[in-house]
């Protein structure tokens, strides 16, 4: 069975930084694009950053400047780095992963989301 788990989410003050981790388990031959999604309340999922298999990257314009996604092939394993923080970036971030696993093929998978609250 394919899993993905956000870490890392937290309350934050305004300006400042945390890391998120999506880490993939499972009998995993491969992973393609990884990205991070989020949803704040009474609003639609967004992205928020994509990274494909050999690191090129991709950014909402709203993060641009701030955020940074990275990822560890070895690990099967997406972060972001989330730095100078705002009170609009609070909401659920979700990970998501277009794994190739041993008896299921190639398939897309979503994290179960972590919390990100940021105050001001």
């Known amino acids: 069975q394919v899993q993905l788990v956000e870490s890392g989410g937290d309350l934050v003050q305004a300006g400042g930084s945390l890391r998120l981790s999506c880490a993939a388990s499972?009998?995993?031959?491969?992973?393609?694009?990884m990205g991070w999604f989020r949803q704040a309340p009474g609003k639609q999922r967004e992205l928020v950053a994509t990274?494909?298999?050999?690191?090129?990257?991709n950014y909402a314009d709203s993060v641009k400047g701030r955020f940074t996604i990275s990822r560890d092939n070895a690990k099967n394993t997406v972060y972001l780095q989330m730095n100078s923080l705002k009170p609009e970036d609070t909401a659920v971030y979700y990970c998501?992963?277009?794994?190739?696993?041993?008896?299921?093929?190639?398939?897309?998978?979503w994290g179960k989301g972590t919390l990100v609250t940021v105050s001001s």
């Open positions: 990274i494909t298999r050999g690191g090129t990257t």
């Open positions: 499972g009998v995993i031959l491969g992973i393609n694009d």
């Open positions: 998501k992963a277009d794994i190739y696993a041993m008896g299921y093929g190639l398939k897309d998978y």
